[in-house]
C-alpha cells in the first residue's frame, strides 16, 4: 500500500524549532518530487517548500526562507523539514506530497501524486 506519513509536529513557542519527517512506505522516494504544504485555519493551501529528486533544486515559501530547510535521505526514504524561529503565522496543518512535477509546479501549483494525513504544527505567542 503506498503512503506517505509525516511526523514531527506539535505546540512550540514562538521562536523555537521543529523537524518534521516525511517517511514512504509502499514506494520509493527517490524518483519524486517532495513537498511540504500546509493549510492555516481558514486560509487556502500554500506550498512551503519542496526539494527534487535529486535534491539539485529546492522551492521555499518567501515567509520561510532563511528559517527553514528541506533535505531527503533517499536511502531511508525520507524528506525533512527543519522550521527554525517559527512563527505564530507558521500555525497549520503540515503535509507532505509526492509528484513527478518540478519543484515549482509542485510548490506553486500544488500538484501532488500521493499525500500524507497531516501533522498539526502549532506556534504559541
Known amino acids: 500500500q503506498v503512503q506517505l506519513v509525516e511526523s514531527g509536529g506539535g505546540l512550540v513557542q514562538a521562536g523555537g524549532s521543529l523537524r518534521l519527517s516525511c517517511t514512504a512506505s509502499?514506494?520509493?522516494?527517490?524518483?519524486?518530487?517532495i513537498g511540504w504544504i500546509r493549510r492555516a485555519p481558514g486560509k487556502a493551501r500554500e506550498g512551503v517548500s519542496c526539494i527534487s529528486s535529486t535534491a539539485d533544486s529546492t522551492y521555499y515559501l518567501e515567509s520561510v526562507k532563511g528559517r527553514f530547510t528541506i533535505s531527503r535521505d533517499n536511502a531511508n526514504n525520507t524528506v525533512y523539514l527543519q522550521m527554525n524561529s517559527l512563527k505564530p503565522e507558521d500555525t497549520a496543518v503540515y503535509y507532505c506530497?509526492?509528484?513527478?512535477?518540478?519543484?515549482?509546479?509542485?510548490?506553486?501549483?500544488?500538484?501532488?501524486?500521493?499525500w500524507g494525513q497531516g501533522t498539526q504544527v502549532t506556534v504559541s505567542s
Open positions: 509502499g514506494f520509493t522516494l527517490d524518483s519524486y518530487t
Open positions: 506530497a509526492a509528484s513527478t512535477y518540478t519543484v515549482q509546479a509542485m510548490c506553486v501549483v500544488i500538484f501532488g501524486d500521493y
